[in-house]
């Protein structure tokens, strides 16, 4: 009997797959980017340009000098005493005072020439300065001072100030102040000193009043302000984009409405103070102006570009400025991800877009250039990757290099004048990668809850994986509306290999409700954070695993993440408990009334209303099925550290079993800590896997 139950342990310990949490995979896990680093080579170009704009020169892997003669269509290996003298390599970029990046890290320039304000006019002869919360006028030759408005007072008083370029008028922004709300934190075990330690953060909520900033037009000459009606900005979240037109005749500005339904660009007539909608867009649901809010201002022939998701997807819009015509510079099932300029003089905008090459993944980055009146489209890359470029300083041709999550970079020299290859440049090279057993991850592809719209992610294996046994699956999972998530460029190291190496098979998804598809896709999210895409999600696992019949389902499927993952991930085993069986929750923003403002009003809208509350992990707290590990940082400063120990709260209350790791002096993404990250890692071989773990 006892060979019989060796026999049948044995049998067990191969099913479930090569590793089981002993010490060696959680050393493997541990240091996948050194095992993994230094294995991939060739995977970029830094160019030497020649000011005549016809050659540049490079060192590949093997430190060699290569030349490229781009007007020749030539690369070639040469002796270093061959190299052009005067070539030089490209400047850094210059910050730009007026850009803004998004959460992905992309750059857009947000206006084309910055808006006179300040103190002295554009003649010289009058300077504003603030006292006792108004605007006052000083004459610069005679130094009297006059007062100009007289409404200001502390906590509604005037700040920033635009001038007309003729002096004649100028507006003023009034600020009413919004709400003092702020968090305490508790540090309890402070290295300084004994005693526990306190401090706050300005932190307003959802619905919490917020500063209400409005433009005022005032007239120089008479000394007086001229009367505007804010009829069409009555509730800003925020005004911006603000700008003169060159013959001073009317005062541009963005209008984001609380709630942000309403996005208006506006006009204050400067004789009348009557203010006019440009533009106008009204949805149903969200206009996304973290991501998708850009004006560029064309002064010369009175137009603006403008970017809209008015057409269901997201494009940009030629506007004139004097009628409010808007008529399309970009068309079609695709989605412009960013401005990379605006050239005024050949009137043509370079952008980059997602979903231009239909025979592709649609989160690829590809860039693109076209005329302002909608002809003439050049896609710059077609690659089947996502793309990033460099580009000549005679901006004639392109360095470009893609990948994707399995394939390593491949860099190749383009034509801006029509997209087309001029010659390859290097393919990286990761055999030696391959050595080491670690495996591409796969991308893979189902139909959403809708039974038509695709779904994308990966799948990460373990570099010891073995296709005939099985594994257990875990999602990583990050939801948040503000992107997409799934990876798609290559990394040798990709986040999830280190679950995976412990004998897990991991996946990535993007379920709907994420950014940068349609607006339809997007639109799920709305006053719907708990959603997550779940029921997305949900069929791209069992798909996944109907293929690969090394996935097992059959205890379950484990789900982590952190912020908005760390909800999602919670909110997994409350609604979905019967598939999501085991979960790990890093800093969660579990209610949506407890977390910054800016975040949760875009997606979750305002005035905070019933659906706030059914979405909570609060709220569903009693609903819990399986295992749950909740993690957070006593000083986390992102997401409030109490909206974790409500959920612990509300489990209590409702008798349920969890584990709670609170961790002294942690803050937002503790979970990524040795510690942390060593007992998420432990809970999921000891819940999913069903050892022991043997992390140490």
């Excluded at 804010?230 to 963005?254: C, M, V």
């Excluded at 189902?446 to 699956?473: E, L």
């Excluded at 905070?608 to 819990?624: D, F």
């Excluded at 002294?664 to 432990?682: C, K, L, N, T, V």
Aim: charged share 25%; aromatic share 10%.
């Amino acid at each position: 009997m006892p060979r019989v139950f060796a026999l049948l342990a044995l049998l067990t310990f191969a099913h479930i797959g090569a590793a089981q949490g002993t010490k060696q995979d959680y050393e493997r896990a541990n240091s996948v980017g050194k095992w993994t680093a230094g294995k991939v080579t060739a995977t970029k170009v830094a160019p030497n340009w020649t000011p005549d704009g016809q050659q540049f020169w490079y060192q590949n892997a093997n430190k060699e000098f290569v030349l490229v003669d781009m007007v020749k269509g030539t690369r070639q290996v040469v002796a270093e005493d061959k190299l052009p003298k005067d070539a030089k390599p490209t400047p850094p970029p210059k910050k730009k005072r007026f850009d803004a990046a998004d959460e992905g890290g992309d750059t857009f320039v947000r206006l084309a020439q910055p808006p006179r304000r300040g103190a002295e006019s554009p003649d010289g002869k009058w300077a504003t300065f603030l006292k006792d919360s108004n605007v006052w006028l000083r004459d610069t030759k005679t130094k009297e001072e006059t007062q100009l408005s007289t409404d200001g007072k502390p906590g509604d008083s005037y700040g920033t100030v635009f001038w007309a370029p003729d002096s004649k008028k100028l507006i003023a922004i009034k600020t009413k102040a919004g709400g003092d709300r702020k968090v305490t934190l508790v540090e309890s075990s402070p290295r300084d000193q004994l005693q526990p330690k306190t401090s706050t953060l300005n932190y307003l909520k959802p619905g919490d009043p917020i500063p209400l900033s409005k433009p005022h037009l005032f007239d120089v000459a008479a000394k007086k302000e001229v009367a505007t009606s804010d009829e069409l900005f009555p509730n800003p979240w925020d005004t911006g984009f603000e700008h003169w037109a060159p013959d001073s005749k009317r005062f541009y500005f963005t209008y984001n409405q609380r709630g942000h339904t309403v996005m208006r660009l506006l006009a204050i007539d400067a004789e009348s103070g009557k203010v006019t909608a440009v533009v106008n867009e009204e949805c149903k649901t969200f206009f996304d102006y973290a991501n998708k809010l850009f004006v560029q201002y064309l002064d010369d022939t009175n137009e603006a570009v403008w970017m809209s998701e008015r057409d269901g997807w997201n494009q940009l819009y030629l506007i004139d400025l004097a009628t409010g015509k808007a008529r399309n510079i970009t068309k079609g099932e695709w989605v412009v991800r960013g401005v990379e300029r605006v050239d005024v003089k050949n009137r043509e905008v370079w952008f980059r877009a997602l979903g231009v090459h239909t025979d592709q993944d649609p989160y690829h980055v590809h860039f693109c250039r076209i005329k302002l009146d909608g002809t003439g489209l050049v896609k710059l890359t077609d690659g089947d990757g996502t793309h990033t470029v460099e580009y000549s300083p005679d901006r004639k041709h392109l360095i470009d290099t893609y990948s994707r999550v399995d394939l390593p970079p491949v860099v190749e020299l383009r034509r801006t004048a029509d997209g087309k290859k001029v010659c390859d440049l290097e393919k990286a090279d990761a055999a030696e990668l391959l050595k080491t057993g670690w495996r591409y991850p796969e991308r893979f592809v189902a139909k959403g809850r809708d039974g038509t719209t695709d779904i994308h992610g990966y799948i990460v294996r373990p570099s010891n994986f073995d296709p005939n046994k099985t594994y257990p699956v875990i999602e990583h999972i990050y939801a948040g509306p503000h992107d997409h998530h799934v990876r798609k460029g290559f990394s040798p190291a990709p986040y999830e290999q280190r679950m995976a190496e412990l004998g897990f098979i991991v996946v990535k998804i993007d379920g709907m409700g994420t950014n940068w598809r349609n607006k339809a896709f997007h639109d799920v999210c709305w006053k719907n954070l708990g959603d997550s895409g779940f029921p997305d999600r949900i069929l791209w696992i069992k798909a996944a695993a109907e293929k690969h019949k090394e996935m097992d389902l059959s205890k379950g499927v484990g789900i982590f993440g952190g912020s908005a993952g760390g909800q999602s991930s919670t909110r997994a085993v409350l609604a979905f408990g019967d598939f999501y069986t085991v979960a790990v929750s890093d800093c969660g923003c579990h209610d949506n009334r407890m977390d910054k403002i800016w975040w949760n009003e875009l997606w979750m809208s305002w005035p905070v209303g019933p659906h706030y509350a059914e979405q909570s992990n609060v709220t569903q707290a009693h609903k819990l099925k399986g295992k749950l590990l909740l993690v957070v940082g006593e000083l986390d400063r992102n997401v409030d550290p109490a909206s974790t120990l409500q959920v612990a709260n509300a489990l209590i209350r409702a008798d349920k079993d969890f584990e709670l790791l609170v961790v002294p002096g942690g803050g937002h993404g503790i979970a990524e800590s040795p510690y942390g990250s060593r007992r998420r890692m432990d809970f999921f071989v000891r819940n999913l896997m069903g050892v022991e773990p043997r992390s140490r």
